[in-house]
């Protein structure tokens, strides 16, 4: 059984910087954050190996975004620099079974976490 809990989201302001966490339980390949905003489709952000190695990033978000883990506590993060208001959005942690590289499809992503809150004002 895989478990994800996020925690980190927040305010900030626009240039600002925030680093969101999930915490792991459970073995899985592919783990990876996407991003919601009411009333649109879910979109990926940023995946990861389990080997550490980065998957994916979305254009909006490279850059500026890194995605990271620590191994010894099973934890993945997601540093957020430079954001932007249209960063705004509940972010997701989410993991899956090996797919190669781990892209950001949705679907392919069978667990999740609960969701943190990150509002970037002007």
């Known amino acids: 059984l895989v478990r994800l809990v996020e925690s980190g989201g927040g305010s900030v302001q626009a240039g600002g910087s925030l680093r969101l966490s999930c915490a792991v339980s459970?073995?899985?390949?592919?783990r990876a954050w996407f991003r919601q905003v009411p009333g649109k489709e879910r979109e990926g952000v940023a995946s990861?190996?389990?080997?550490?190695?980065?998957?994916a990033y979305a254009d909006s978000v490279k850059d500026r975004f890194t995605i990271s883990q620590d191994n010894a506590k099973n934890t993945l993060y997601l540093q957020m620099n430079s954001l932007k208001p249209e960063d705004t959005a509940m972010y997701y942690c989410a993991a899956a079974p090996g797919y190669t590289g781990c892209p950001l499809v949705q679907a392919l992503y069978n667990y999740w976490g609960q969701g943190t809150q990150v509002t970037v004002s002007s």
């Open positions: 459970g073995s899985t390949w592919c």
């Open positions: 990861l190996l389990r080997s550490g190695v980065p998957g």
